[in-house]
């Protein structure tokens, strides 16, 4: 290869893929037609190309139809989100003052229209479900369209935007998103000064610290190994949930409206009474049982039956085999028990939640989650400390994780960092 | 590709309809409508792609499994974002990127991100082909796998995509300058894997 040959590298990629304009096509055919080297180059980049270009994952179509079921689950998942901040909004109020009969299904969202949607986004990021239990026992929160209009109109959703934006922003726009959607930033958006006062007043530590000695509790759930997690599926497990369906009372309007809606034709919702469709693989029988199941414990959540919602969540977050499912139950547990955790006296709830903070991110690596829960760390931890001060160390570790690549610190969870370097001063 | 649910109409006459396949366009407005069959359509029709991406991304199919699921998620949340005068692949690569982008920073310190070492998924199009194609094949991916990360998902999207420059540059937000210089690195240092591993064949 002459000097003259490296000049000509790039032109050479360009030519390969057709990217050149004409002139530079004479130049490198001319320089082609006089050099063995670089007619080899090409030919072997054009030998890789088609190699690359006829390559492709190797897969059954079974194992591809179950990927899509699980991408069409977690979209129920989302759907089953949305359309439940579509509720809140229409309402004009908390959800926790929606009645259950007001509940979307997951096919409602489809028929909602794309543009509402969007529109549910953004309000659902307000959408303060997660500090609901937190708040209940102080009356309830400032009406929602305050809170709605402060909706800043970031789009953050918005995939254009922000590329607009920039990567930097849009990270933070991502967390902040994650943490609205927890609840944490609505606390300090909305002006609530009942409970503004109750976050503000300096925590009363008790006389005794019980139990200093951290002792490994029996864990609530198991964080088994990644890929066994994905790929078990276990038919006992359905029939629990089945088991626990049946035995939970479901609101009489919110089962009335799912059960005509399943009967749609193509419907998101496969009747569990349709045996066939249920045991035809390749689709997994289970995503419909569990997303009605996840639907049940989020209605008895916000009906205030915490402890019928959380045996819900811990059915589906154990080993159910949707991951998606699992993942959003996981997270609701999680989501309910810092809620109940963050004001706590009993060291147990306490120490609960947050090893069900730390398995969930064990369990779910990449979860979109990833911030929300270490947030809620932050907070849980900030009381365990308060209650136990020998976990110090500990705490400040899930601070620094929480913090890598945090820019803004919402109030609220710098009040949690000021209370566990407070905690660990003493 | 085979569409479990669907069945093409046909006429009298036996061939299918112009509508039998209908184009990404036609289903995203589908989709936008609230046709869910239509979505999961489109889905099954692109998974692959976005899962090849994904393990060229990661390297493990966990990922990249997880990853056409977050793509796919946002791709019907952001429907009606989408302009149906634009081809559908490039902006679904560009929201793949963005996701798998956002997967690498949040897994980042995952302690579970050391081993790579799974079995990585890459077949040749058909068992018909013949053993030196099919060697070619493994050879030209296995060697992709040993480029940085930044090469090798350049050239994915030039090479099996079949994306454009400027629609590589825009999906990456690079400029088309670094997309022509990665382009060109990544062929040369593929160029130097293939020369080994027929050297070592050779030899053997």
């Not at chain 1, 009969?101 to 949607?117: E, K």
């Not at chain 1, 930033?185 to 200093?212: C, H, K, S, W, Y």
């Not at chain 1, 085999?321 to 997270?331: D, H, I, K, L, Q």
């Not at chain 2, 400027?166 to 160029?191: C, D, W, Y």
Request: hydrophobic share 40%.
């Amino acid at each position: 290869m002459s000097a003259n040959c490296h000049e000509f590298e790039e032109r050479l990629a360009g030519y390969v893929d057709g990217e050149l304009g004409p002139d530079d096509v004479r130049a490198v055919e001319a320089h082609l037609a006089t050099c063995e080297a670089c007619r080899a180059t090409v030919a072997a980049w054009q030998e890789a190309d088609a190699a690359l270009a006829s390559s492709s994952p190797a897969r059954t179509e079974a194992e591809w139809e179950r990927l899509a079921s699980r991408v069409e689950t977690a979209i129920d998942v989302e759907a089953e989100r949305l359309a439940r901040a579509e509720a809140a909004v229409s309402t004009g109020a908390p959800a926790a003052a929606t009645p259950p009969a007001r509940r979307q299904s997951p096919r409602r969202a489809w028929f909602l229209g794309t543009g509402a949607v969007a529109a549910a986004v953004l309000v659902g990021l307000f959408w303060p479900w997660f500090s609901q239990d937190a708040h209940r026992p102080r009356g309830p929160l400032p009406a929602s369209p305050e809170a709605d209009s402060r909706a800043p109109a970031d789009g953050s959703d918005d995939l254009l935007q922000k590329k607009a934006e920039g990567t930097r922003s849009t990270e933070i726009s991502d967390a902040q998103e994650r943490l609205r959607a927890l609840g944490y930033l609505n606390e300090q958006e909305i002006p609530a000064p009942a409970v503004g006062a109750d976050r503000t007043r300096p925590l009363e530590i008790p006389e005794t610290v019980p139990n200093p000695e951290p002792t490994p509790a029996a864990r609530p759930i198991d964080a088994p190994a990644k890929a066994a997690e994905r790929r078990d599926v276990s038919t006992s497990t359905s029939d629990d949930v089945r088991r626990w369906l049946a035995a939970t009372a479901p609101p009489v309007e919110a089962e009335g409206k799912a059960r005509s809606l399943e009967s749609v034709p193509g419907s998101v919702l496969r009747d569990e009474a349709a045996p066939r469709m249920l045991a035809a693989p390749p689709v997994p029988p289970d995503s419909t049982i569990s997303i009605r199941a996840l639907r049940r414990a989020h209605e008895a959540r916000e009906a205030g039956d915490l402890a019928t919602a959380r045996a819900g969540y811990e059915l589906l977050a154990r080993d159910f085999p949707g991951n998606a499912v699992r993942e959003e139950a996981w997270f609701s547990l999680t989501d309910l028990q810092t809620a109940q955790a963050r004001d706590s006296d009993d060291l147990a709830t306490v120490r609960d939640a947050a090893r069900s903070l730390d398995d969930f991110l064990a369990a779910f690596p990449t979860s979109v989650r990833r911030e929300a829960i270490l947030g809620a760390r932050v907070l849980v931890w900030a009381r365990l400390v308060e209650l136990d001060p020998s976990g110090c160390v500990e705490a400040n570790r899930r601070v620094a994780e929480w913090q890598h690549g945090q820019e803004m610190i919402p109030r609220d969870l710098g009040r949690a960092v000021q209370r566990i370097q407070a905690a660990c001063a003493r | 590709m085979t569409e479990p649910g669907y069945s093409p109409q046909k006429d009298g006459s036996g061939a299918l309809p112009p509508d039998a396949e209908p184009t990404d366009r036609d289903l995203i407005t589908r989709a936008r409508g609230g046709d869910r069959a239509a979505f999961g359509r489109l889905l099954r029709r692109h998974q692959r792609r976005v899962f090849a991406l994904g393990v060229r991304w990661f390297r493990n199919p966990d990922d990249a499994d997880d990853l056409v699921q977050e793509t796919f998620v946002r791709v019907w949340r952001s429907l009606d974002r989408f302009d149906p005068e634009r081809p559908f692949v490039p902006w679904l690569m560009t929201i793949a990127t963005n996701r798998a982008k956002t997967m690498v920073e949040r897994t980042k310190s995952a302690a579970e991100r050391e081993e790579l070492d799974e079995r990585i998924p890459w077949d040749g199009p058909s068992p018909h082909e013949d053993a030196a194609r099919a060697a070619l094949v493994r050879d030209v991916n296995r060697a992709m796998e040993n480029l940085p990360e930044e090469l090798r998902v350049t050239l994915h999207l030039r090479s099996v995509e079949g994306l454009a420059y400027r629609e590589i540059a825009e999906t990456l937000e690079v400029p088309i300058g670094t997309v022509m210089s990665r382009l060109a690195r990544a062929r040369r240092r593929l160029k130097e894997r293939l020369a080994e591993h027929a050297g070592e064949e050779e030899r053997t």
